[in-house]
């Protein structure tokens, strides 16, 4: 198949291209600049674009089966109205862009896939929550949900959309651990706030192969968490990470308020999460590789 990414040069983009090239799949990555000096590797080519603006990219995308939207300013940050801004601009103008280059396509493609995030459900303390809970009302889950309105307009042009629901991603050479492990290898790691906000994650196997098995799985549609079936708390992610690296976490708790005051509206975000499971992929049969956080951090810097 031929596979369109925006988003593609990142973290969760890079791995998804090494594993689509050998099965014999072309890869098509947006970028904003080509660099005479960057080269993409075999089975992979560039397009340049900027997908928050509409382009002569749309038509090039408009030739491919399928779909991969991965773009999205990192939330990992202070929400300045700035930031906010771009936050919303990288996510709600690329899925439109993207997906009125489905409409050229007449017909649309086979598959979108677009990403999303948890984030989605709100904060609903023990709450399990799946595929067919009702989404928040704060900053995020707003955000979530006009995001994956622009996506769903893709079914008008005869597309299957899946809502790639993503958690947190566990990742040995980036996601959330490349700024955790760095503390806690010099004995910082520490609970954040109470420690008893629900943490949803990810291997970033298990994400790669749940994009793997979603293009062969044509019965499934709509919003999919990409989230391991064993989400856990912030005290027990800090004492399995800490286990891991042989760096017990001895530090006193970073007070709640102490995170508000130093990442402002972001720390909130910090001090609460979601007990999110994949709901939808277990009962279609797919088998998490590392289903448990001892599972995934073993294999990640164990």
Known sequence: MRVFMTG?????????SRE???????????????????????????????????GPWQKQAAKYDVFINLAG??????????????????????????????????GGGKVLLSTSAVG???????????????????????LAV?????????????TRVLLCRFGIVLGKNGGALAQMVPLFRRGLGSVLGSGKQWFSWIHEQDLVSIFLFL????????????????????RELTRALGTALGKPAFLPVVPGFILKMVKGEFGTILLKGQKVIPKKLL???????FPTIVDALSDLVG
């Open 8 to 16: 593609g040069t990142g973290f969760v983009g890079t791995m998804l």
């Open 20 to 54: 689509l090239v050998p099965k014999g799949h072309q890869i098509g990555i947006l970028t904003r600049s080509i660099s005479k000096d960057r080269k993409p590797g075999e089975g992979v080519s560039f397009i340049q674009g900027d997908p928050t603006r509409e």
């Open 73 to 106: 300013a990192s939330i990992f940050r202070r929400w300045s109205k700035k930031a906010k801004i771009l936050m919303r601009a990288s996510r709600i103008l690329t899925t439109r862009n993207l997906v009125n280059a489905l409409a050229v396509r007449n």
């Open 120 to 142: 989605y459900y709100g904060f609903h303390e023990d709450e399990i929550l799946d595929e067919g809970s009702p989404p928040g009302n704060d900053y995020l889950a707003t």
């Open 146 to 158: 006009d995001w994956e309105r622009e996506a769903l307009r893709a079914e008008d042009f005869g």
């Open 215 to 234: 293009l062969d799985k044509e019965s499934l549609s709509g919003p999919i968490n990409f989230t391991a079936p064993d989400p856990v708390t912030n």
């Open 283 to 289: 009962d279609a049969g797919f088998r998490f590789r």
